[in-house]
């Protein structure tokens, strides 16, 4: 966040299912201003200095991929790399795989063009503080966050992002309140051509170039633990394959049409999930097994284990790909006043 850019920024609602909406801490003040769900981007009301500022935050993940949500509608929070990195760190910040900014499309240069077709811009960070094109775990998050704010209402959504935009359906909520699945247009895979290998302890594999809206390079091992520990980033090569990098899937078979995968993002390290990743481990698994729906006619899903939970993706014979799963809000807060000083510093 650049410094002082949050003293032009109000307070951003902590909102819960049905409620008010209105400021983190105001809600009991007689007359206190409406909560940003019900407004209009516009100039703020108001001015204060970061050390009164109140920044409104929400933690969510999905198969617990975790992310801190930043409900900024208007676009006024300029997130810098260093911001970003201080709010994942699992011990001295909130903790997180990265950061999702909620923004209105209209109110950001990188969506306003698709305003017209998706309100919502999914503005994600890697927990490095580097931005990412796309974030599938991200989308089902974003989406929760939506609807728990009272934003949407079940059924389709859609969702712009730095890889365009995706379509969401959020599903009803079970008889106990379980919050319903959602299931996320993907886009299509591209599969570039070329062989990449991955090489983790001592030992170099084969492996599948597959795009997903962001790189990924997925290779077959006969045990997840095959992949070591991941603490640094696998070797991947031809580097020109991978100009600005790539997340690095190792997928094991654990039945028909059933996979599990483990994961290192580029930018976060390792995962317990990531979205895109899930969707490129089904794109390779399809065609190693010569279930390729472009070629067979017939769509195809598979069962993909991650480590925090279990992913749905299939793929339509027109090369469309859908991902489903489960995202969920666990906390909201606001922002220590000296603690975001110390991070704008």
């Given at each position: 966040?650049?410094?002082?850019?949050?003293?032009?920024?109000?307070?951003?609602?902590?909102?819960?299912?049905?409620?008010?909406?209105?400021?983190?801490?105001e809600?009991?003040?007689?007359?206190?201003?409406?909560g940003?769900?019900g407004?209009?981007a516009?100039?703020?009301?108001?001015?204060?200095?970061?050390s009164?500022?109140?920044?409104?935050?929400?933690?969510?993940?999905g198969?617990?991929?975790?992310?801190?949500?930043?409900?900024?509608?208007?676009?006024?929070?300029?997130?810098?790399?260093?911001?970003?990195?201080?709010?994942?760190?699992?011990?001295?910040g909130?903790?997180?795989?990265?950061?999702?900014r909620?923004?209105?499309?209209a109110?950001?240069?990188?969506?306003?063009?698709?305003?017209?077709?998706?309100?919502?811009?999914?503005?994600?960070?890697?927990?490095?503080?580097?931005?990412?094109?796309?974030?599938?775990?991200?989308?089902?998050?974003f989406?929760?966050?939506?609807?728990?704010?009272?934003?949407?209402?079940?059924?389709?959504l859609?969702?712009?992002?730095r890889?365009g935009?995706?379509?969401?359906?959020?599903?009803?909520?079970?008889?106990?309140?379980?919050?319903?699945e959602?299931?996320?247009?993907m886009?299509?895979?591209?599969?570039?051509?070329?062989?990449?290998?991955?090489?983790?302890g001592?030992?170099?594999r084969?492996?599948?170039n597959?795009?997903?809206?962001?790189?990924?390079?997925?290779?077959?091992?006969?045990?997840?633990?095959?992949?070591?520990?991941?603490?640094?980033?696998?070797?991947?090569?031809p580097a020109e394959?991978?100009?600005?990098?790539?997340?690095?899937?190792?997928?094991?078979?654990?039945?028909?049409?059933?996979v599990?995968?483990?994961?290192h993002?580029?930018?976060?390290?390792?995962?317990?999930?990531?979205?895109?990743g899930a969707?490129?481990?089904?794109?390779?698994?399809?065609?190693?097994?010569?279930?390729?729906?472009?070629?067979?006619?017939?769509?195809?899903?598979?069962?993909?284990?991650?480590?925090?939970?279990?992913?749905?993706?299939?793929?339509?014979?027109?090369?469309?790909v859908?991902?489903?799963?489960?995202?969920?809000?666990?906390?909201?807060?606001?922002?220590?006043?000296?603690w975001?000083?110390?991070?704008?510093?």
């Amino acid at each position: 966040m650049a410094r002082g850019a949050p003293a032009l920024r109000r307070a951003a609602p902590v909102s819960t299912p049905g409620g008010s909406g209105r400021e983190a801490g105001e809600a009991g003040e007689a007359g206190g201003a409406e909560g940003l769900a019900g407004e209009t981007a516009g100039p703020p009301p108001y001015h204060r200095t970061v050390s009164t500022t109140q920044i409104a935050f929400l933690k969510g993940h999905g198969t617990e991929n975790d992310f801190v949500i930043i409900p900024d509608y208007d676009g006024r929070i300029e997130l810098s790399p260093a911001a970003v990195a201080r709010l994942c760190d699992r011990r001295a910040g909130i903790g997180a795989d990265g950061v999702l900014r909620i923004v209105r499309s209209a109110a950001h240069p990188e969506a306003r063009a698709m305003a017209g077709e998706a309100e919502w811009f999914m503005d994600y960070r890697n927990s490095d503080g580097s931005i990412a094109e796309m974030c599938g775990n991200g989308v089902r998050v974003f989406a929760r966050y939506l609807r728990h704010a009272g934003l949407v209402e079940v059924g389709s959504l859609a969702v712009a992002t730095r890889a365009g935009i995706r379509q969401a359906h959020i599903a009803k909520d079970g008889p106990d309140g379980t919050p319903g699945e959602i299931t996320v247009g993907m886009g299509r895979a591209t599969l570039p051509e070329g062989e990449v290998t991955v090489t983790v302890g001592g030992r170099t594999r084969p492996a599948r170039n597959v795009n997903m809206g962001n790189p990924h390079a997925v290779t077959f091992v006969d045990h997840l633990d095959d992949a070591g520990n991941l603490y640094a980033a696998p070797g991947v090569a031809p580097a020109e394959a991978y100009p600005h990098g790539t997340n690095v899937e190792f997928v094991a078979d654990r039945g028909p049409r059933h996979v599990a995968m483990r994961v290192h993002e580029r930018g976060s390290g390792e995962t317990r999930s990531c979205g895109t990743g899930a969707c490129a481990v089904m794109v390779a698994t399809a065609r190693r097994d010569g279930l390729d729906p472009a070629v067979t006619g017939l769509p195809v899903a598979y069962t993909v284990d991650v480590p925090g939970g279990r992913l749905v993706i299939s793929e339509a014979p027109d090369g469309t790909v859908e991902m489903t799963g489960p995202a969920v809000i666990v906390a909201e807060g606001v922002f220590d006043p000296s603690w975001l000083a110390a991070a704008l510093a």
